[in-house]
């Protein structure tokens, strides 16, 4: 149980391109998606908050003009970088919590890969 | 502020035993998390610990102790697949994850 799927794994694209990110809940129901981005051999940082039906909470220093967070429902969050650049090409991992009233651990998905040219 | 201490790297032997520590300074406490990373992979969740004590899951087991502010990360009979960072992560008490920066561990033959 508890499994996240993330869709695309790899993307390669020009500078200028937006780029759209899927994450989805596959067997549970999430309030909660988090979205982080990670650098080689660096560690994971936390870029927003995301709760279905209402504005991602970004962490300081992240555009939210620049990384657009859509949750539109309880199985699926999405993330947008607009206009991306190659400064943008990072490592972008989705996770998920469960709806419960017990603190759930975040299931992550397998994250993308993306490389701006 | 808040804050999570863990080795960056360890070194350990193929079949062997490593304990990886960590000490956390956080706004709360809802509990803590250990995760698994492989190089070039997602994080997969490996145990969560709100209650002092150790909890046991196979080859790998967690403790803590919340008046100490320290966990670790037990693991036995190593084996190479074994090689990957390891985070530790303390929920705060609005429920916000605080990422340690990893372990990175090493399984030699």
Same mark, same amino acid.
Request: aromatic content about 12%.
């Given at each position: 149980?508890?499994?996240?799927?993330?869709?695309?794994?790899?993307?390669?694209?020009?500078?200028?391109?937006?780029?759209?990110?899927?994450?989805?809940?596959?067997?549970?129901?999430?309030?909660?998606?988090?979205?982080?981005?990670?650098?080689?051999?660096?560690?994971?940082?936390?870029?927003?908050?995301?709760?279905?039906?209402?504005?991602?909470?970004?962490?300081?220093?992240? #555009?939210?003009?620049? /990384?657009? %967070?859509?949750? +539109? *429902?309880?199985?699926?969050?999405?993330?947008?970088?607009?206009?991306?650049?190659? #400064?943008?090409?990072? /490592?972008? %991992?989705?996770? +998920? *919590?469960?709806?419960?009233?017990?603190?759930?651990?975040?299931?992550?998905?397998?994250?993308?890969?993306?490389?701006?040219? | 502020?808040?804050?999570?201490?863990?080795?960056?790297?360890?070194?350990?032997?193929?079949?062997?035993?490593?304990?990886?520590?960590?000490?956390?300074?956080?706004?709360?406490?809802?509990?803590?998390?250990?995760?698994?990373?492989?190089?070039?992979?997602?994080?997969?969740?490996?145990?969560?610990?709100?209650?002092?004590?150790?909890?046991?899951?196979?080859?790998?087991?967690?403790?803590?102790?919340?008046?100490?502010?320290?966990?670790?990360?037990?693991?036995?009979?190593?084996?190479?697949?074994?090689?990957?960072?390891?985070?530790?992560?303390?929920?705060?008490?609005?429920?916000?994850?605080?990422?340690?920066?990893?372990?990175?561990?090493?399984?030699?033959?």
């Amino acid at each position: 149980g508890a499994v996240v799927s993330q869709h695309p794994s790899w993307v390669i694209c020009k500078s200028g391109t937006s780029v759209k990110i899927e994450c989805r809940s596959l067997d549970f129901q999430a309030t909660t998606m988090f979205w982080y981005r990670q650098f080689p051999k660096q560690s994971l940082m936390l870029m927003a908050t995301s709760n279905e039906g209402s504005k991602a909470t970004y962490e300081q220093g992240v #555009e939210k003009d620049k /990384f657009l %967070i859509n949750h +539109a *429902s309880l199985t699926l969050s999405t993330l947008t970088v607009t206009s991306a650049h190659p #400064e943008d090409s990072s /490592f972008y %991992i989705c996770s +998920a *919590s469960s709806v419960t009233g017990d603190v759930q651990p975040q299931h992550f998905g397998d994250g993308t890969r993306l490389s701006i040219l | 502020g808040q804050n999570i201490d863990q080795p960056t790297e360890m070194t350990a032997t193929e079949g062997a035993i490593v304990q990886i520590n960590c000490t956390y300074q956080t706004s709360g406490f809802n509990g803590l998390f250990w995760y698994q990373q492989h190089a070039g992979e997602a994080p997969t969740f490996l145990s969560y610990n709100v209650l002092d004590g150790l909890e046991e899951k196979g080859r790998f087991s967690s403790f803590l102790s919340r008046s100490k502010g320290y966990s670790y990360l037990l693991l036995k009979e190593l084996q190479m697949k074994d090689s990957a960072s390891y985070l530790c992560a303390c929920m705060d008490s609005n429920y916000q994850l605080i990422w340690g920066a990893g372990t990175k561990l090493i399984i030699k033959p």
